[in-house]
């Protein structure tokens, strides 16, 4: 059985004394779980100097909030973009791009000579990148619950460009960040007037662990696409979109999209969800690159692909990967009661058999769910967490441990007063998985004591 979702339309409009603006991807999806909100529109000028340089200046804001029963976390964003385009020679140009928001900052730049295309990308983010028009709608949290920490990445890519204006391009990006591994995205991509398409794989230590897709083309003035992100363990998120441009605005559109996601370790079957969508733009229209109409519609595809690229691959690599090997396999559950349960249900028959405790950590994540550090191994009386390390850009939620078999020597089925006082000095809640088979919580602002529920023993 699949579980549904029906976003029903929403319109943003943005109003400015400015040479053109746009509200676009608009949408607002339900659930029984909760709720998503996205707005998102820009508003821009454009100016051509006298040196021949056309210059752009953006507003761009993406509102998106999600609430659910334990969640309310937002993901807005507020930008300014500025692109410069100027010709070299006769044969070459330059194509600059740069957008700065309070947690982003991305570069990019083209060059182009004759028929070859050269691009570079820089920037820095933190958790996700919220930017991107390629991954626009999928939840960065469906694989993982995120990592609140800063990342920086860096790629290149180069293209050739055909007489007809269409372009095959190459590239690579990475993005690293501080305790987590490297993540990589390499990619192979054409864009035309009527069909682009992109071929992505993504790697976190050098080991692939995701692949994307996408893939959009015109016919007459319906505009069809197809988008996947799917993950070595079988998580996925897949969009199939069309839409149809009407008279209501200029470039305006109508627009429809399913889409497919689920992730095995954290659910047992697929979430639908339906998206209606409209588009459109207002105010005086810019030449592109300064080329007349002719030229613009054949040149311009492969080179804005390019330019924009780099930050959307990174995007799909920090989709696909927190990073961090322990955090992307784990569980993600709403509740610290249940992180522990998972863990504890699961290593408390080997500690009684082994009768040597077992702990770790609770963690929060980014995104408000919960996961688990790997258990590490104590002896018959005592175990130190000391060196057990959470994940990058989470906070540690509580401690967790058991106390081996059934031992005379011990009150094996009741926290200790040495387990009271290390979770006073951590100052984070403690769970302990007792060798009768119970999970037991110390709450320490209050200092009760609950029994939770039972687990396997």
């Not at 949290?141 to 995120?146: A, C, D, I, L, R």
């Amino acid at each position: 059985m699949k579980k549904l979702k029906i976003a029903i339309t929403c319109i943003t409009i943005a109003i400015a004394p400015i040479s053109q603006a746009e509200w676009g991807s608009a949408n607002t999806k339900n659930a029984l779980t909760g709720s998503q909100l996205s707005q998102q529109y820009s508003a821009s000028s454009t100016r051509l100097s006298q040196s021949g340089h056309l210059q752009t200046l953006s507003y761009l804001q993406n509102d998106h909030q999600e609430v659910t029963d334990v969640l309310n976390r937002d993901q807005s964003y507020k930008g300014l973009k500025f692109t410069n385009s100027s010709d070299l020679t006769d044969s070459s140009f330059l194509y600059f791009s740069t957008e700065v928001s309070r947690n982003e900052q991305h570069l990019s730049t083209v060059i182009a000579s004759g028929n070859w295309r050269f691009g570079a990308s820089v920037g820095q983010g933190e958790n996700f990148v919220k930017t991107n028009n390629m991954f626009t709608g999928i939840d960065p949290y469906f694989v993982h619950g995120g990592s609140a920490v800063k990342f920086d990445y860096y790629g290149g890519n180069t293209g050739y460009q055909f007489n007809n204006g269409s372009t095959f391009y190459l590239g690579s990006a990475t993005v690293q960040a501080e305790r987590l591994e490297n993540r990589q995205a390499n990619y192979l991509g054409y864009a035309g007037k009527h069909l682009s398409a992109a071929l992505m794989n993504f790697q976190r230590g050098g080991e692939t662990i995701g692949k994307g897709i996408e893939i959009a083309t015109r016919l007459r003035n319906i505009d069809f696409g197809y988008r996947q992100l799917s993950r070595e363990n079988g998580a996925h998120s897949k969009t199939l979109s069309i839409s149809r441009a009407t008279s209501l605005a200029r470039a305006g559109k109508f627009g429809f999209a399913v889409e497919s996601v689920n992730n095995p370790l954290n659910r047992d079957e697929d979430e639908l969800a339906f998206m209606f969508t409209f588009s459109g733009e207002w105010g005086k229209p810019s030449p592109i690159f300064n080329l007349d109409e002719e030229e613009e519609e054949t040149a311009s595809p492969g080179i804005n692909k390019m330019a924009v690229i780099g930050a959307a691959v990174v995007a799909g690599a920090v989709i696909a990967s927190s990073g961090s090997d322990d955090k992307d396999e784990f569980v993600i559950v709403q509740g610290a009661d249940n992180a522990a349960f998972q863990v504890l249900n699961r290593i408390n028959p080997e500690s009684v058999r082994l009768n040597r405790e077992h702990g770790g950590w609770i963690y929060r994540n980014p995104n408000g769910t919960f996961g688990a550090t790997e258990p590490k191994l104590g002896n018959v009386a005592s175990i130190n967490l000391g060196d057990v390390e959470i994940p990058n850009g989470t906070r540690r939620a509580a401690s967790y441990h058991t106390h081996g078999g059934p031992d005379p020597r011990f009150d094996n089925e009741n926290f200790s007063p040495q387990d009271i006082r290390a979770d006073n000095f951590s100052g984070v809640d403690g769970y302990l998985g007792t060798p009768g088979g119970f999970m037991k919580h110390h709450d320490v602002e209050t200092g009760q004591i609950r029994t939770v529920r039972r687990i396997a023993n």
